[in-house]
């Protein structure tokens, strides 16, 4: 028996959608805004500032230290106290460079290559989709910036909804906005932890590893959907 055919597809955000950004170009844009705000906070090292090029990297996997069980996507007073702490980790780095950090970090998101034009095939065969992220700050105004806001028909945002990933309620609430039973939904994601709440719900879960490149492939998911 074949299984039912996908009419809605549920994509994570950061690292699915989005790439995170290169971390040196973080950390210049936060240096930048520190000078251009008259900081005399001293600048780390070049050795210092090559250490938290790699943490920057790995930023959300070592704020688990702190924050296990994603707490911080509830609030966004919380996700920058958490997003402080990590960052401190790192030897050198002072509060004006953190908060520099924090307040361009929106910046560095990009939307893959290949986001849009799966995004625009998707709605034109009729698939509807939604953004289902942990997250604490609102991203709609980055996708909007890419122009692919308009090609999704919803959000369910943790901070917004209570909810966090991989509890299935939030995948409950994806369905609603899709307007599909479980078995006819897709969900794209690139976390093994995260992404695979839904299948409790009979949502069909696709795992993408982290990419180097601009391209992401999310053309699979259009072989997925027919």
Same mark, same amino acid.
């Given at each position: 028996? @074949?299984?039912?055919?996908?009419?809605?597809?549920?994509?994570d955000?950061h690292g699915?959608?989005?790439? &995170?950004?290169?971390?040196?170009?973080?950390?210049?844009?936060? @240096?930048?805004?520190?000078?251009?705000n008259g900081?005399?906070?001293?600048?780390?090292?070049?050795?210092?500032?090559?250490?938290?090029?790699?943490?920057?990297?790995?930023?959300?996997?070592?704020?688990?230290?702190?924050?296990?069980?994603?707490?911080?996507?509830?609030?966004?007073?919380?996700?920058?106290?958490?997003?402080?702490?990590t960052?401190?980790?790192c030897?050198g780095? &002072?509060?004006?460079?953190?908060?520099?950090?924090?307040?361009v970090?929106?910046?560095?998101?990009?939307?893959?290559?290949?986001?849009?034009?799966?995004?625009r095939?998707?709605?034109?065969?009729?698939v509807?989709?939604v953004?289902?992220?942990?997250?604490?700050?609102?991203?709609?105004?980055?996708?909007?910036?890419? &122009?692919?806001?308009?090609?999704?028909d919803?959000?369910?945002?943790?901070?917004?909804?209570?909810?966090?990933?991989?509890d299935?309620?939030?995948?409950a609430?994806?369905?609603?906005?899709?307007?599909?039973?479980g078995?006819?939904?897709?969900?794209?994601?690139?976390s093994p932890?995260d992404?695979?709440?839904?299948?409790?719900?009979?949502i069909?879960?696709?795992?993408?590893?982290?990419?180097?490149?601009?391209?992401?492939?999310? &053309?699979?998911?259009?072989?997925?959907?027919?």
């Amino acid at each position: 028996m @074949l299984p039912e055919p996908i009419s809605g597809v549920i994509f994570d955000f950061h690292g699915t959608l989005v790439d &995170g950004g290169d971390s040196e170009r973080w950390i210049a844009d936060a @240096l930048r805004r520190l000078a251009e705000n008259g900081s005399t906070e001293p600048v780390p090292s070049a050795g210092q500032l090559a250490a938290l090029r790699g943490h920057l990297d790995e930023i959300w996997h070592h704020a688990h230290t702190f924050d296990p069980g994603s707490e911080r996507d509830l609030s966004p007073e919380l996700h920058r106290e958490v997003f402080g702490r990590t960052v401190a980790m790192c030897a050198g780095v &002072g509060p004006g460079l953190i908060a520099a950090l924090y307040a361009v970090m929106p910046d560095q998101w990009a939307v893959f290559e290949d986001t849009a034009p799966v995004l625009r095939e998707l709605k034109a065969r009729g698939v509807r989709t939604v953004v289902v992220s942990n997250i604490a700050v609102d991203i709609r105004p980055c996708l909007k910036r890419a &122009g692919v806001e308009e090609l999704l028909d919803g959000f369910v945002l943790s901070f917004e909804v209570g909810l966090v990933k991989p509890d299935p309620a939030i995948y409950a609430r994806a369905l609603e906005v899709l307007g599909v039973p479980g078995n006819r939904a897709l969900m794209v994601g690139d976390s093994p932890r995260d992404d695979v709440g839904g299948v409790p719900l009979k949502i069909r879960t696709l795992i993408l590893p982290k990419t180097d490149g601009p391209v992401h492939g999310l &053309g699979t998911v259009l072989r997925m959907v027919g």
